[in-house]
């Protein structure tokens, strides 16, 4: 009888000897799943050896004569004590715990690289960018109009370079202004605007050219008259267009219109009523269809101007006017302030149409004087007028049942943007509880927010202030003293607390609806 290896042993000794004819001893379960482990690995080791064959498996020791050589056989506990261990390396291979540790290292570099990636890339980061600490105002510059950065020499080198693309000359201020209103322009009337710039008369329309004067004069005055002359203007330019050859009309024409746009800027600052106005024609411009022919797609666009001038200023006129009639009662004082063509229309409709009989006090202050033009209109339909400067307001609101006032621009805010001194009349109104009613169409409507009249303004020629009296003006030579400057503001915003309603062609409304008035207008176009 032949020994038979003790199970588990490791050594080359521990292999079995069986004899012929003998059986192989029951393996124990640690051993069985111990040999599954082994397959296992063979398998794997098949798997990455393919194509290679494989070896005959060795022949044990020679035995002692009558003794048989026994194959170490891969499932027998013979090969699987020879088999290697964690800590042993196998011939021609490394063991497992050098691979795990080779594999562990190689995670370690990778993670590692990508850490010094991502440093790298954050330090890139902060160089081009660098953060702004708390105490460090934040630049909004990019935020503003051109027409408010006066005083920033980077934005008017901007501007400049962008009027050379367009051939728009540049216009230079007038005098020194005050401090606090420095980031504005300010120009001077005396000069024609033609002495003062030369305008290309091949980039620049001469009706375009004409407006600018009349601008530039104070000719042309209020929103309302402004908006109409220049949508007219508009409608003669898109009549003298001409599509060049390879070019597309709703591009071509949206690029011809700035530097006419830049030139009227240049005239006088736009006006919100303008802006939206020109803001309307770019979009039907541009959403144009392509197979229209070019005289199809300018009768279209002119009459398209038509209809924005109907529907946005004549009939936007009769229903506030219409709305106003509930308000205005027989033997009403109202009080109107400066030229407003809206109040104008809405107090000789009241008067004419409706028989009402109601006296108005016009109040007027220097130096437009503008409430003369509304005093001549009203009297000469026989309205019972008052006149009194801005300075008397306190004495004449005592009788006054309602002030009724225009407005330049209704800001999103419910702030009404209009003429200067309509904020005094609206504060001393409230003073002494007499309603203000503000007349505005919708068109007017700005999606702009200010709380106060100096981020956002126009400065008007200081030389208006200068009055002649018994042929002397005081202010005479104000310009070659350095410590006197002239400030003549043209707009002031009134908070919405002060005043009680606004009527508008869509009806009646508080100032804090003008949200969703503006809300309701995106959605519609």
Known sequence: MAERAAPGGAGPEAAALVPAGAQAPELSREEKLQLRKEKKQQKKKKRSEKGTAAEPPELGPPSEPGQLRVAA?????????????????????????????????????????????????????????????????QSVVKRLPEHVQV??????????????R???PLRQDYGTKVNLFSHLHQYSRKKPLTQQMSIPSTVI?????????????????GSNARCIALLEVFKQLIRDYSTPPNEELSRDLVAKLKPHISFLNQCRPLSASMGNAIKFLKKEISCLPDTLREEEAKEKLQDTIDKYLREKIVLAAEAISRSAFEKINNNDVILV??????????????????????????????????????????VRKGIHCTYVMINAISYVLPEVSKVLLGAHALLANGSVMSRVGTSQI??????????????????KFCERVQTDSFVSNELDDPDDLIVLRKGRAQLGGWAENKS??????????????????????????????????????????
Do not use: W
């Open 73 to 137: 056989h891969p499932m027998s506990p013979a090969a699987l004590a020879d088999g290697p261990n964690d800590g042993e390396k196998p011939a021609g291979g490394k063991s497992k715990a050098e691979l795990r540790a080779e594999r562990r290292a190689k995670q370690e570099a990778e993670r590692a690289q990508k850490q010094a990636k991502k440093a790298e890339l954050s330090q890139a980061a902060t160089v081009a960018k660098p953060r702004l600490t708390p105490t460090e105002p």
């Open 151 to 164: 005083d920033d020499p980077a934005a008017q080198r901007k501007l400049a370079k962008k009027l050379e």
């Open 166 to 168: 367009q051939q728009v």
């Open 205 to 221: 329309h001469p009706a375009v050219v004409r407006l600018g004067l009349q601008y530039s004069q104070g000719i042309i005055n």
């Open 337 to 378: 302030y400066g030229c407003s063509s809206l109040v104008n229309r809405t107090l000789c409709d009241a008067h004419v149409k409706k028989g009402r009989a109601f006296r108005v006090i016009v109040v007027d202050s220097r130096p437009r004087l503008e409430g003369r033009e509304t005093l001549r209109r009203l």
């Open 426 to 443: 609206a504060l001393v109104s409230k003073a002494y509880n007499v309603p203000v009613l503000v007349c505005c169409e919708t068109y």
């Open 484 to 525: 006197l400057r002239l400030l003549n503001l043209v707009y002031d915003v009134t908070p919405p607390d002060l005043v009680d309603l606004v009527i508008t062609d869509l009806g009646m409304i508080p100032c804090t609806s003008v949200p969703v008035v503006l809300r309701v207008k995106n959605v519609d176009q």
